[in-house]
């Protein structure tokens, strides 16, 4: 089962300028990638409804096992 990670789109509005917003990504999910501080990341939108975050420069996975899937 796939574990999700609920959040916000959160809007900053400085005076003067156009509003920006801004998605803070979860501890729990970076920690599980590997996502460092000040790393390069970009978006992919599939659709409208679906974006893919993609890492150009990922660095190489730290274990050796992988987890297997179980039929469903």
């Known amino acids: 089962m796939p574990i999700s990670y609920p959040l916000r789109v959160q809007a900053i509005r ?3 300028q156009n509003p920006r917003l801004y998605i803070s990504f979860p501890l729990a999910l970076a920690a599980a990638i590997g996502l ?7 978006w992919e939108l599939l659709d409208r409804s679906e974006l893919h975050l993609l890492r150009p420069h990922s660095p190489p996975p ?11």
């Open 14 to 16: 400085s005076r003067g």
């Open 36 to 42: 460092e501080p000040g790393e390069a990341v970009q």
């Open 62 to 72: 730290t274990t050796k096992a992988r987890v297997r899937k179980t039929p469903s």
